[in-house]
């Protein structure tokens, strides 16, 4: 409910408004999750089930988010997550998105599939703001070392691999709708003379101009025989960028993450667009955060919608984490003051719940400031009835 003065004071009212005016299929495509959506409502719902436990008399007049992400200094530990197509949105789109983050000190991670070139995207935001660039691995592998190539000369600190996409998940709205994005849009990143041309003709139409869907479209692309050697070890190979893997949910996979070198995880299920029925990402990542130790550092994404859902995630581990939908909410209220203000919101609501926990600083944020659920989710490894470590540590809780 928009309060009199038509201002979003809430993540909510920024849906809200959203749905009011973004065309049905446009919002169906950011909306929606995989088939029943148990894992895009988990995600959000979880949350709930994590309880604070606040402290008093701590001295709270003056606090700070100031955080460091892979040894560099950010304001917050709050940052924009990977979206296609953001000119859905808004005209303006990333560029858009762009200024807003940097505005507010937020890391972005731009989508390979974005509506506006990455050098574009980088060229709006100040010299000291962030951009991770993600990536999907092609058949043709020429097509991803391109983006590679050019994510660094413009400027991008890391690189993004998302892992849980071989090919999309069974979205209903979409397949009900059949949706394609409108033909003006264009996947900018395709469309360099570089890519265009060692690609042999991987143009952006491939995108959507065909009989297929755009999902379906993404599937012909994509390599469906990645795997950790052929698709880490060869990224590795071919920059010095650091490498995050996104969307790990277990600790087996961490592990192999370690392994192969890469410097950072994001637990995340795609929102729930991916694999219905996987855990929640506030479920997941503590037997994540275990399996990481201080080898690697922990992000992660998917429902956050409140500033206290950040004060859980950093209580249980993770060192940053990122929104998507309530980005692109906000960018279909009103643009870059939008999307500005979704995470205006947010940072806020964060600083407010440090204060009244009595937290003064990101490092304070631990366990001890909240309350978790036990014996929920456990799974046993294949012919052990044994307890792996984080079900130990949670069953000696009961
Ligand atoms: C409309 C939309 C498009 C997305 N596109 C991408 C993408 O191109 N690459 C990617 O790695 N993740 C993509 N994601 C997943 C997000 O990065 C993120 O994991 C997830 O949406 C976080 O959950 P939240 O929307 O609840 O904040 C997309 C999500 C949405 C909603
Ligand atoms: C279809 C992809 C390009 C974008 C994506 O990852 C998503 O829609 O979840």
């Known amino acids: 409910m928009m309060s009199h003065t038509n201002e979003a004071v809430c993540i909510k009212d920024l849906e809200a408004v959203a749905k009011n005016v973004m065309p049905s299929g446009a919002w169906g495509y950011y909306d929606s999750g995989a088939h029943d ?10 949350f709930d089930n994590y309880r604070l436990h606040p402290r008093m008399l701590r001295d709270v007049s003056k606090i700070t988010t100031q955080t460091s992400v892979l040894g560099k200094p950010v304001r917050t530990p709050l940052g924009v997550a990977p979206c296609a197509l953001h000119k859905l949105a808004h005209a303006e789109g990333e560029a858009a998105t762009s200024r807003a983050a940097s505005k507010h000190g937020s890391i ?3 989508s ?66 059949r949706f394609n994005p409108p033909p003006h849009l264009r996947l900018e990143n395709f469309m360099g003379p570089e890519v265009a ?21 993404f599937g012909a692309n994509g390599d469906q025989s990645l795997s950790w050697e052929n698709g880490i070890s060869w990224l590795k190979s ?10 790990i949910m277990t600790a087996e996979d961490t592990q192999l993450a370690i392994a192969h070198g890469c410097a950072g995880v994001i637990v995340s299920n795609h929102g729930g667009r991916q694999l219905d029925g996987a855990l929640s ?8 955060v275990d ?33 998507a939908r309530p980005i692109l909410w906000g960018l279909a209220y009103k643009g870059e003051e939008g999307a500005y203000h979704a995470l205006d919101i947010l940072q806020k609501e964060l600083e407010l719940t440090m204060m009244l926990s009595g937290t003064r600083s990101v490092d304070e944020i631990d366990e001890s400031y909240i309350y978790q659920p036990v014996n929920r989710w456990v799974r046993y490894a294949p012919g052990s ?13 009961l």
Not at 123 to 141: E, F, I, N, T
């Open 112 to 177: 390979t599939y974005s509506t506006t070139s990455m050098e574009k995207v980088i060229a709006q935001g100040s010299k000291d703001a962030q951009y991770w660039m993600q990536l999907y691995v092609y058949r043709d592998r020429s097509v991803s070392e391109e983006i590679v190539r050019r994510a660094e000369k413009a400027g991008f600190s890391a690189l993004v691999l998302t892992v849980d996409a071989p090919v999309l998940g069974k979205r209903l709205c979409d397949a009900r709708n």
């Open 197 to 217: 041309n060692s690609a042999g003709g991987y143009t952006p139409d491939l995108a959507w101009s065909k009989k297929e869907t755009f999902g379906a479209t």
């Open 281 to 288: 990402t506030i479920d997941a990542l503590p037997q994540v």
């Open 385 to 397: 009835k044994k307890a792996t470590g984080a079900q130990k540590k949670l069953l000696a809780k």
């Open 108 to 110: 972005m991670i731009l």
């Open 37 to 46: 959506e148990q894992t895009k409502f988990d995600n959000a719902n979880a």
């Open 238 to 247: 071919i920059t010095k960028l650091p490498i995050i893997v996104k969307g």
């Open 291 to 323: 399996a990481a130790g201080d080898k690697i550092e922990v992000y992660m994404d998917g429902g956050i919608r409140r500033g206290s859902d950040i004060f859980k995630a950093l209580a249980l581990g993770a060192r940053a984490v990122f929104v």
